[in-house]
């Protein structure tokens, strides 16, 4: 088993801890404008954010709570995918409201 894992690392170049780290930086936007996720803006604070994010993730901390501090201090627009209590009728309006800007 340890060998196909390892086998799985030489072929991707990615630690398992990459993988989680990639999968919320592909699910979070930048908050400079909120138009691109993170694992694909050019800006200062993605770059911080990805280096943050592949930190925490290094040094143990799970996905949901670093997404969840994340959430706390950018709001429930840095996800790129709302969750389900997002879509309530003021989330709705909201997005409605972003979407006509």
């Known amino acids: 088993m340890l ?4 086998a799985a690392l030489l ?3 990615a630690a398992p801890d990459d993988h989680a780290a990639n999968g919320l930086i ?5 908050p400079c404008c909120w138009q691109q996720t993170l694992d694909v803006h050019a800006s200062p604070i993605a770059a911080e954010l990805r280096a943050e994010i592949r930190t925490r993730v290094a040094a143990g901390e799970d996905v949901p709570t670093i997404e969840a501090d994340l ?3 950018y709001g429930e627009r840095v ?17 409605m409201a972003a ?3």
């Open 71 to 73: 959430v706390q201090r």
């Open 26 to 30: 592909e699910r979070l936007r930048a």
């Open 3 to 6: 060998s196909v894992l390892f």
């Open 79 to 95: 996800r790129a995918v709302p969750t389900a209590g997002f879509l309530t009728p003021l989330g709705v309006f909201g997005m």
């Open 99 to 101: 979407v006509s800007d």
């Open 11 to 13: 072929v991707t170049g």
